[in-house]
C-alpha cells in the first residue's frame, strides 16, 4: 500500500458540520473538514480510505480543464486572457530595487510587473490588486447597463475575491460580484449579473424567481449548469490564494 503521506490535503475546522467529510477542490485540492473537537489522528485513516475516490475526481478535474487556459499551473503568468472584459495583457517581469512589487500598464496591452520580482506572493498580490481595479472599471459599468436595459435598481456594486460564490446579492440592494468573473466566457458573466440582478426583486431561488431570470436569458439552465464546472476558466496561480 501506499504511503498515506503522497495525498497531500488540508483540514479545516467547521462549527456548523455535524461530521467529518472529504471536500475536492480543482485549484485547492482535498481538503478535509472537521467539526469543532473532532479528533484529528483520525484523518489519514479517512483520506486513504478514500484513496480511490480522491484520484478519480482529481483526474476529472484535469480533463475538465479547458485547453487554451494560459498559465494553469502555479507559476506567474506570462499573459492574462481576462475574456470576461474581452481582454488579453502581456505580463513583463522587470527586477529593480524596491521594497514591494508594482503593476503599470505600459502599452494597451503589456502590463510591467516592477520591484521584488523573485517573490512570487508580492508578485501574486500585485497583480490581484490590477485586477480588482481593471475588474471594477469594467465589471461596474456593464452591470448598470443591464440593470438599465432591462429596468432594474440597485444600490451599489463592490468587486471581491470569493472562494466559491460567483456573486450575491444584499436584502438592501447591494450586489457583489467574484473577481474571478474576469475570467470566464462573456455570456456566464451576464448570466451572472442577472442572477443577481433578479434577487434584487426575489430574495430566494423560487420559482418566481427563476421565471424572472428567464425572461432575460432564456439559456439561464444551460448557463447555470455550466456554472458549476466554471472554475476551469480561472488560472491556478490566481484561484488557489485567498
Known sequence: MRPVSEIPY?????????????????HDGLIVVVPKGFDVRKVPGMVES??????????????????????????????????????????????????GVSVREISADVLAVTGQIHDDELCRKALEMWLKR????????????LAAIHGFSFSSVSIRKQRSRWGSCSSRGTISLNLKLIFLPP?????????????????????????????F?????AHDREMRHAWRFVPGWFASKS
Open 10 to 26: 488540508q483540514v479545516r475546522v467547521s462549527r456548523r458540520a455535524k461530521y467529518a467529510r472529504l471536500r475536492m477542490s480543482p
Open 50 to 99: 478514500r484513496r480511490e475516490w480522491i484520484e478519480k475526481v482529481q483526474n476529472s478535474f484535469e480533463r475538465k480543464r479547458v485547453s487554451g487556459v494560459s498559465d494553469t499551473g502555479q507559476a506567474l503568468p506570462s499573459k492574462l486572457e481576462l475574456s470576461g472584459i474581452g481582454e488579453s495583457w502581456c505580463v513583463t517581469y522587470r527586477s529593480q530595487e524596491s521594497k
Open 134 to 145: 481593471r475588474a471594477a472599471f469594467k465589471l461596474s459599468p456593464q452591470l448598470e447597463r
Open 187 to 215: 455570456l456566464l458573466v451576464r448570466y451572472i449579473m442577472l442572477h443577481e440582478l433578479c434577487h434584487t426583486r426575489h430574495m430566494n431561488h423560487s420559482a418566481r424567481f427563476w421565471s424572472e431570470v428567464g425572461r
Open 217 to 221: 436569458d432564456p439559456d439561464y439552465a
